[in-house]
């Protein structure tokens, strides 16, 4: 019998990324977007919504990876954000779907400062609540990146691309095993409400992984060091005039960059999870 899970955000970056997976693995999916497409097989669904029942009824998975990211403040990015997210799991849950995965983020981490990670740290503890599992991946980085890889990778484009952070270590994780992991999570016997992180178990620094990004391309970047708090006070001065978006990078991504989570959490139901992982390849191009 083939298996229904439905996807929210998967005409995003990584949600069409899982959505691809799971059609590849035999799954038959879904998708929950604002705006769906002539001939998919998706429903109007926006943050902040009831689900429409029929999109979630008899549904073997619900993979969670929808997040607004034009919310601005706390108090908008909760309601939207974490408050949205909690009616959509809660629907699911009342409609019997078995299996809730949300896609959150390894900014989420007990003691970070980022608004990000703080609101991702409450949507995980409503689906955990719930039995579900919540899923934190590194930093994401593909073919062609979106989400915090995509403006990485952008920022190398610059004839001078600023570094920042210090000894921050981040914790990347190639799509397609980030991807391949979620669908064996969804398919194994083994399951138990936690949260935990999939991404390389050995960090790199931020000049690494930019230097990296770049290389993939045969170029080669200028750096140049800067006080991040400098380009976090910057950054959020414009976002403070209405002109934020204009910015390749938010002030509070900044600090999920210069503060990011110390190590990957391990899951306990799927042990060795990230052991056999692919590192990301250090292939900037020599001076």
Not at 99 to 123: E, N
Not at 176 to 190: G, H, N, Q, S
Not at 247 to 253: I, Y
Request: glycine share 10%.
């Amino acid at each position: 019998m083939r298996r229904t899970a439905v996807i929210t955000g998967a005409y995003g970056y990584l949600g069409s990324r899982v959505r691809a997976r799971l059609d590849d693995a035999g799954w038959t999916t879904a998708a929950l977007v604002r705006s769906p497409r002539d001939g998919d097989h998706a429903a109007a669904w926006s943050l902040g919504e009831r689900p429409p029942e029929t999109a979630l009824a008899g549904a073997d998975a619900l993979v969670h990876c929808a997040w607004d990211f034009g919310a601005r403040g706390r108090s908008e990015v909760w309601r939207t954000n974490v408050e949205g997210s909690a009616l959509l799991l809660r629907e699911a849950d009342r409609l019997g779907v078995p299996r809730l995965l949300v896609l959150s983020s390894m900014s989420a981490y007990a003691g970070t400062r980022q608004l990000y990670g703080r609101a991702k740290l409450a949507v995980e503890d409503i689906v955990i609540g719930l039995g579900g599992i919540a899923v934190r991946p590194g930093i994401v980085y593909g073919p062609e990146p979106g989400g915090m890889a995509g403006t990485l990778e952008k920022l190398t484009r610059m004839p001078v691309v600023p570094i920042f952070g210090g000894s921050a270590r981040q914790f990347p994780v190639h799509e397609d095993d980030l991807t391949r992991a979620i669908v064996d999570i969804l398919e194994r016997a083994e399951w138990q409400p936690e949260a935990f992180g999939i991404a390389q178990l050995d960090a790199v620094s931020f000049r690494d992984l930019l230097g990296a990004l770049a290389g993939r391309d045969g170029r080669r970047c200028r750096f140049v060091r800067v006080p991040w708090r400098m380009v976090h006070v910057s950054l959020r001065a414009v976002e403070l005039a209405g002109a934020g978006a204009l910015l390749p990078l938010r002030s509070d991504s900044v600090l999920g960059l210069v503060r990011p989570a110390p190590f990957v959490p391990p899951s306990v139901a799927f042990p060795g999870l990230c052991e056999s992982l692919r590192r990301l390849q250090q292939t900037e191009p020599p001076a």
